[in-house]
């Protein structure tokens, strides 16, 4: 324990996900010794993040307009919408450069447990947008998790009745690892998931 705002700045860092006890305190030291300037441009930074980005008013990515540049983008495929849960998948996604879609940022996953319930996501967002009948393939690409299945079913469910193709990303053995070495999860979806060579 530390005194003061030295501890208040510890227990702050350490709210952030990802960040335990011991690397708040780390990161709380290194900005204790990094010169004014650079401390000073990181909480210029942050504040300036919170006052000027929001969320695309189409499909809830991060930008600095109203529409971010994938939904302004007029050469992607306004027919497939790839579903993801969080801004930062999209990132991952683009990566690949495989995908000329639009997407839609659902803002998490169902968590029954964490009290995160359908009505805390952005479904009444992505079935408005798939009123317009340009849409023919929905992708859903959540995490391959207990939250991320849940809500894979849901909208499984949900978008069923709706004439459109429902797919989901293909899960199974990553390249190059051992049999030996999958979990009995990974291994039986990569059962199901197989294909003809």
Known sequence: MYEGIVQDLIDELGRLPGIGPKSAQRIAFHLLDADDAAVRRLAEVLVQVKDTVRFCEICGNVSADEKCRICVDPRRNDEVICVVEESKDIVAIE???EF???YHVLGGAID???GVGPGDLRITQ???RLGSGETQEVILALDPNIEG???AAYLSRLLG???LTVTRLASGLPVGGDLDYADEMTLGR???GRRSV
Do not use: D, V, Y
């Open 149 to 151: 299945e849940a809500t």
């Open 190 to 192: 990569a059962f199901l």
């Open 126 to 128: 992505l079935m408005s």
């Open 112 to 114: 029954p447990i964490g």
């Open 161 to 163: 009745p709706l004439e």
């Open 95 to 97: 990566k690949i450069r």
């Open 100 to 102: 000329r879609g639009r």
